[in-house]
């Protein structure tokens, strides 16, 4: 049984929510693993064993799955200098797709970096807010 302090306890959905990911890929998390940090253990909320179905993520095993992917799910290609430096150039009018040849990413990428709907705490000039 999951015992008496189901608290520590997330959904599926409450684990994408959190990591700002989809149900599908915390599903995968679950099902196939990552190469660097094996399984996201899971169990199965009314009886408590690992197993698929209604399942339910510990809180603290999610956190310690979090820190081997590097936080967002994935190791990730760009560090925060990075992003800063991404929303800089598009501020300055370097076009998208100038923009991801540098950095070796996809221009839908790119727009979701200036536009802050990925990575918004890396710092840098977001679109809409500190530039037209």
Not at 16 to 45: D, F, H, M, N, P
Not at 91 to 117: A, H, Q, W
Request: aromatic share 6%; net charge positive; glycine share 14%.
């Amino acid at each position: 049984m999951l015992g008496r302090n189901v608290s520590k306890y997330l959904t599926i959905n409450e684990v994408a929510k959190r990591c700002g990911v989809t149900t599908t890929c915390v599903v995968q998390w679950i099902t196939r693993g990552r190469t660097s940090a094996g399984r996201l253990t899971a169990y199965e909320q009314d009886r408590g064993r690992q197993a698929s179905g209604n399942w339910v993520v510990n809180e603290k095993d999610l956190e310690e799955y979090l820190g081997k992917l590097n936080v967002q799910g994935r190791p990730s290609k760009l560090s925060d200098g990075d992003i800063r430096e991404i929303r800089r150039l598009r501020m300055s009018g370097l076009e998208y797709s100038e923009i991801g040849k540098r950095f070796g990413i996809d221009t839908s990428y790119v727009g979701l970096i200036t536009s802050g709907k990925r990575r918004p705490g890396a710092g840098g000039p977001i679109a809409g807010r500190d530039y037209g």
